[in-house]
């Protein structure tokens, strides 16, 4: 079975400053991996996505995530915070295409950028 | 391509009431689904559509939910009767190859 958890329920970062948001997951295969996001009141965004291609992955608006077999971590990152970045984070794992590609989330991840 | 379009946004109804929300998937992808978060909890997932056929509907709570897709485009799910723990956020998403996944923004729902 897969699952993923989301260290941290709430991060707060200065604007300007690195963030670091941070995801685990668990399963058995080699897994699909997503960031999306959630601003207030907006549906869910697609940041970037792990397909087993380069383990380095880049997304949308800075962010970029990198899959780590070893330490079964996708953490996101982004080298300068915007106050537009501030919203909920989410870490998904993709169950396998054959048996319906479900998407098991993470609990999410609340990020606030202070001004 | 138009995006993935729920309605309503938000709906707020009276314990033991139906509901229903609808879901128009990205014209041409044949994988529908159906994820809510109740407050406090994660995204679950509820059910799972290949065209109009039920592929997974192992998330579904009781049977107060039922989902169809009806000729394989658009989705309804109908809540009936309406129970307080229903609330929360219902999110479609579809798929044309279980890679990608587009989501629409969500309908509220609040029961009172």
């Known amino acids: 079975a897969q699952s993923v958890t989301q260290l941290d329920s709430h991060v707060s970062v200065s604007e300007g400053t690195p963030v670091l948001l941070r995801c685990n997951y668990s399963s058995s295969y080699s897994p699909s991996l997503f960031w999306y996001v959630q601003h207030p009141n907006k549906g869910l965004q697609l940041l970037l996505k792990y397909t087993s291609a380069a383990t380095l992955v880049k997304g949308i608006n800075g962010f970029e995530a990198e899959f780590k077999k070893s330490e079964t971590s996708f953490h996101l990152t982004k080298p300068s915070a915007h106050m537009s970045d501030a919203a909920e984070y989410f870490c998904v794992v993709s169950g396998l295409r054959n048996q319906g590609g479900k998407l098991i989330f993470g609990q999410g991840t609340e990020l606030s950028v202070k001004p | 391509e138009a995006g993935v379009t729920q309605f309503p946004s938000h709906s707020v109804i009276e314990k033991g009431q139906t509901v229903t929300l609808r879901c128009d998937p990205i014209?041409?992808?044949?994988?529908l689904y159906w994820y809510r978060r109740v407050m406090g909890k994660e995204i679950k997932f509820l059910l799972h559509?290949?065209?109009?056929?039920?592929?997974?509907e192992s998330g579904m709570p009781n049977n107060r939910f039922l989902a169809e897709r009806t000729g394989g485009t658009y989705s309804t799910l109908k809540v009936q009767p309406a129970e307080l723990e229903d609330s929360g956020v219902y999110f479609c998403a579809s798929s044309r190859d279980r890679i990608g996944y587009t989501f629409g923004s969500g309908t509220r729902l609040t029961v009172v």
């Open positions: 014209s041409g992808h044949d994988n």
């Open positions: 559509f290949v065209k109009e056929s039920k592929q997974d």
